[in-house]
T-cell receptor, first 113, second 116 residues
Framework: KAGVTQTPRYLIKTRGQQVTLSCSPISGHRSVSWYQQTPGQGLQFLFEYFSETQRNKGNFPGRFSGRQFSNSRSEMNVSTLELGDSALYLC????????????FGPGTRLTVL | AQTVTQSQPEMSVQEAETVTLSCTYDTSESDYYLFWYKQPPSRQMILVIRQEAYKQQNATENRFSVNFQKAAKSFSLKISDSQLGDAAMYFCAYRSRRQAGTALIFGKGTTLSVSS
Protein backbone atom coordinates (compact mmCIF):
# COMPACT_ATOMS: atom_id res chain seq x y z
CA LYS A 1 0.00 0.00 0.00
CA ALA A 2 1.32 3.42 -0.88
CA GLY A 3 1.85 5.78 2.03
CA VAL A 4 0.60 9.31 2.55
CA THR A 5 1.91 11.65 -0.13
CA GLN A 6 2.25 15.41 0.11
CA THR A 7 2.97 17.91 -2.60
CA PRO A 8 4.94 19.98 -3.03
CA ARG A 9 7.74 18.95 -0.69
CA TYR A 10 9.28 22.42 -0.58
CA LEU A 11 7.80 25.82 -1.18
CA ILE A 12 9.09 29.36 -0.96
CA LYS A 13 6.64 32.24 -0.86
CA THR A 14 6.70 35.91 0.08
CA ARG A 15 4.63 37.69 2.68
CA GLY A 16 1.10 38.44 1.59
CA GLN A 17 0.89 35.62 -0.92
CA GLN A 18 -1.30 32.59 -0.53
CA VAL A 19 -0.37 28.92 -0.77
CA THR A 20 -2.13 25.60 -1.30
CA LEU A 21 -0.71 22.32 -0.05
CA SER A 22 -1.98 18.92 -1.10
CA CYS A 23 -2.24 15.60 0.68
CA SER A 24 -3.25 12.18 -0.65
CA PRO A 25 -4.09 9.71 2.12
CA ILE A 26 -3.44 6.01 2.21
CA SER A 27 -5.95 4.20 0.02
CA GLY A 28 -9.10 3.49 2.01
CA HIS A 29 -8.41 6.10 4.68
CA ARG A 30 -11.15 8.69 4.94
CA SER A 31 -9.79 10.87 7.71
CA VAL A 32 -7.09 13.45 6.98
CA SER A 33 -5.52 15.68 9.61
CA TRP A 34 -3.10 18.57 9.22
CA TYR A 35 -0.39 19.67 11.65
CA GLN A 36 2.02 22.57 11.72
CA GLN A 37 5.51 21.93 13.08
CA THR A 38 7.80 24.81 14.10
CA PRO A 39 10.88 24.89 16.35
CA GLY A 40 9.18 27.25 18.77
CA GLN A 41 5.65 25.87 19.02
CA GLY A 42 6.32 22.24 18.20
CA LEU A 43 3.58 20.19 16.58
CA GLN A 44 0.17 21.81 16.57
CA PHE A 45 -3.08 20.43 15.22
CA LEU A 46 -4.65 22.49 12.44
CA PHE A 47 -7.79 20.62 11.41
CA GLU A 48 -9.23 17.27 10.51
CA TYR A 49 -11.46 16.29 7.61
CA PHE A 50 -13.63 13.22 7.37
CA SER A 51 -15.91 12.45 4.45
CA GLU A 52 -15.44 15.95 3.03
CA THR A 53 -16.48 17.61 6.30
CA GLN A 54 -14.29 19.44 8.77
CA ARG A 55 -14.71 17.53 12.00
CA ASN A 56 -12.23 19.24 14.25
CA LYS A 57 -10.27 22.47 14.20
CA GLY A 58 -7.27 23.69 16.13
CA ASN A 59 -6.58 27.17 17.39
CA PHE A 60 -5.40 28.85 14.21
CA PRO A 61 -6.60 32.05 12.52
CA GLY A 62 -9.09 31.98 9.70
CA ARG A 63 -6.26 32.47 7.19
CA PHE A 64 -5.78 28.72 7.50
CA SER A 65 -8.43 26.71 5.74
CA GLY A 66 -8.81 23.33 4.16
CA ARG A 67 -11.06 21.03 2.27
CA GLN A 68 -11.41 17.40 1.37
CA PHE A 69 -12.54 15.92 -1.89
CA SER A 70 -14.71 12.89 -2.55
CA ASN A 71 -11.61 10.75 -3.14
CA SER A 72 -10.38 11.74 0.37
CA ARG A 73 -7.55 13.87 -0.98
CA SER A 74 -7.19 17.05 1.04
CA GLU A 75 -5.84 20.51 0.49
CA MET A 76 -4.97 23.19 2.95
CA ASN A 77 -4.74 26.85 2.06
CA VAL A 78 -3.00 29.68 3.84
CA SER A 79 -3.88 33.17 2.72
CA THR A 80 -1.99 36.41 3.35
CA LEU A 81 1.16 34.60 4.40
CA GLU A 82 3.16 35.87 7.34
CA LEU A 83 6.77 35.18 8.26
CA GLY A 84 5.55 33.11 11.19
CA ASP A 85 3.80 30.69 8.86
CA SER A 86 7.18 29.25 7.88
CA ALA A 87 6.95 25.67 9.07
CA LEU A 88 6.81 22.02 8.18
CA TYR A 89 3.20 21.11 7.41
CA LEU A 90 2.40 17.49 8.05
CA CYS A 91 -0.60 15.59 6.82
CA UNK A 92 -1.78 12.37 8.46
CA UNK A 93 -4.41 9.87 7.41
CA UNK A 94 -6.36 7.39 9.47
CA UNK A 95 -8.79 4.58 8.82
CA UNK A 96 -10.55 5.38 12.12
CA UNK A 97 -10.31 1.73 13.08
CA UNK A 98 -9.11 0.77 16.54
CA UNK A 99 -6.90 3.42 18.04
CA UNK A 100 -7.40 5.67 15.01
CA UNK A 101 -3.69 5.53 14.41
CA UNK A 102 -2.46 8.26 12.18
CA UNK A 103 0.04 7.68 9.42
CA PHE A 104 2.03 10.72 8.45
CA GLY A 105 3.27 11.99 5.13
CA PRO A 106 6.77 13.40 4.57
CA GLY A 107 5.57 16.98 5.00
CA THR A 108 5.75 20.19 3.02
CA ARG A 109 8.43 22.64 4.08
CA LEU A 110 7.06 26.16 3.62
CA THR A 111 9.38 29.13 3.80
CA VAL A 112 7.89 32.62 3.84
CA LEU A 113 10.29 35.45 2.94
CA ALA B 1 -7.46 21.16 28.11
CA GLN B 2 -5.04 18.31 27.85
CA THR B 3 -1.30 18.88 27.85
CA VAL B 4 1.70 16.67 27.21
CA THR B 5 5.11 17.40 28.71
CA GLN B 6 8.46 15.96 27.75
CA SER B 7 11.00 17.27 30.23
CA GLN B 8 14.12 15.98 28.48
CA PRO B 9 14.95 18.07 25.41
CA GLU B 10 17.96 15.85 24.65
CA MET B 11 19.13 12.40 25.63
CA SER B 12 22.09 10.29 24.55
CA VAL B 13 22.81 6.58 24.67
CA GLN B 14 25.50 4.21 23.48
CA GLU B 15 24.80 1.41 21.07
CA ALA B 16 23.42 -1.72 22.73
CA GLU B 17 22.51 0.21 25.89
CA THR B 18 19.06 1.00 27.23
CA VAL B 19 17.53 4.46 27.42
CA THR B 20 14.26 5.74 28.86
CA LEU B 21 12.44 8.81 27.58
CA SER B 22 9.98 10.50 29.92
CA CYS B 23 6.52 11.86 29.24
CA THR B 24 3.84 13.19 31.54
CA TYR B 25 0.41 14.39 30.60
CA ASP B 26 -2.49 16.17 32.14
CA THR B 27 -6.11 15.26 31.51
CA SER B 28 -9.38 14.98 33.35
CA GLU B 29 -10.52 12.16 31.07
CA SER B 30 -10.30 8.50 31.93
CA ASP B 31 -10.37 7.04 28.44
CA TYR B 32 -7.69 7.99 25.96
CA TYR B 33 -4.79 6.76 23.87
CA LEU B 34 -1.12 7.54 24.25
CA PHE B 35 1.46 7.24 21.50
CA TRP B 36 5.16 7.56 20.91
CA TYR B 37 6.21 8.79 17.49
CA LYS B 38 9.71 8.89 16.05
CA GLN B 39 10.86 11.60 13.66
CA PRO B 40 14.27 10.90 12.08
CA PRO B 41 16.22 13.55 10.15
CA SER B 42 14.10 12.74 7.08
CA ARG B 43 11.20 14.35 9.05
CA GLN B 44 8.89 11.39 8.36
CA MET B 45 6.85 10.74 11.52
CA ILE B 46 6.72 7.05 12.37
CA LEU B 47 4.49 5.46 14.99
CA VAL B 48 6.61 3.55 17.49
CA ILE B 49 4.08 2.28 20.02
CA ARG B 50 0.62 2.99 21.39
CA GLN B 51 -1.14 2.41 24.70
CA GLU B 52 -4.84 2.31 25.46
CA ALA B 53 -5.56 3.90 28.83
CA TYR B 54 -8.07 1.21 29.79
CA LYS B 55 -5.40 -1.48 29.47
CA GLN B 56 -3.24 -2.01 32.52
CA GLN B 57 -0.67 -4.05 30.62
CA ASN B 58 2.21 -2.04 29.26
CA ALA B 59 2.57 -2.12 25.48
CA THR B 60 5.64 -3.68 23.89
CA GLU B 61 6.91 -3.62 20.31
CA ASN B 62 10.17 -5.52 19.87
CA ARG B 63 12.90 -3.38 21.51
CA PHE B 64 10.43 -0.66 22.51
CA SER B 65 8.29 -0.82 25.61
CA VAL B 66 6.38 1.65 27.73
CA ASN B 67 5.87 2.16 31.43
CA PHE B 68 2.32 3.46 31.73
CA GLN B 69 1.39 4.80 35.14
CA LYS B 70 -2.19 6.04 34.81
CA ALA B 71 -2.55 7.46 38.30
CA ALA B 72 0.69 9.38 37.98
CA LYS B 73 -0.17 10.35 34.38
CA SER B 74 3.21 9.14 33.24
CA PHE B 75 4.07 7.38 29.99
CA SER B 76 7.77 6.65 29.49
CA LEU B 77 9.38 4.89 26.54
CA LYS B 78 12.17 2.39 27.05
CA ILE B 79 14.44 1.54 24.13
CA SER B 80 16.50 -1.59 24.69
CA ASP B 81 19.61 -2.62 22.76
CA SER B 82 19.82 0.84 21.16
CA GLN B 83 20.87 1.02 17.53
CA LEU B 84 22.30 3.85 15.46
CA GLY B 85 19.03 3.95 13.53
CA ASP B 86 17.18 4.87 16.71
CA ALA B 87 18.69 8.36 16.58
CA ALA B 88 15.76 10.70 16.05
CA MET B 89 13.37 13.08 17.74
CA TYR B 90 10.75 11.26 19.80
CA PHE B 91 7.33 12.72 20.47
CA CYS B 92 4.83 11.64 23.06
CA ALA B 93 1.22 12.22 21.99
CA TYR B 94 -2.25 12.05 23.53
CA ARG B 95 -5.61 11.45 21.91
CA SER B 96 -8.96 11.63 23.61
CA ARG B 97 -11.37 8.76 23.02
CA ARG B 98 -14.31 10.81 24.13
CA GLN B 99 -13.88 13.52 21.56
CA ALA B 100 -14.67 12.70 17.97
CA GLY B 101 -11.81 12.90 15.59
CA THR B 102 -8.19 11.99 15.58
CA ALA B 103 -6.47 15.18 16.80
CA LEU B 104 -3.22 14.42 18.56
CA ILE B 105 -1.72 16.60 21.27
CA PHE B 106 2.05 16.38 21.14
CA GLY B 107 4.81 17.06 23.61
CA LYS B 108 7.76 19.22 22.56
CA GLY B 109 9.89 16.19 21.79
CA THR B 110 13.13 14.61 22.96
CA THR B 111 16.13 14.42 20.64
CA LEU B 112 17.88 11.09 21.07
CA SER B 113 21.45 10.65 19.89
CA VAL B 114 23.08 7.22 19.68
CA SER B 115 26.84 6.80 19.71
CA SER B 116 28.92 3.79 18.70
Amino acid sequence: KAGVTQTPRYLIKTRGQQVTLSCSPISGHRSVSWYQQTPGQGLQFLFEYFSETQRNKGNFPGRFSGRQFSNSRSEMNVSTLELGDSALYLCASSSLAGAHEQFFGPGTRLTVL
Amino acid sequence: AQTVTQSQPEMSVQEAETVTLSCTYDTSESDYYLFWYKQPPSRQMILVIRQEAYKQQNATENRFSVNFQKAAKSFSLKISDSQLGDAAMYFCAYRSRRQAGTALIFGKGTTLSVSS
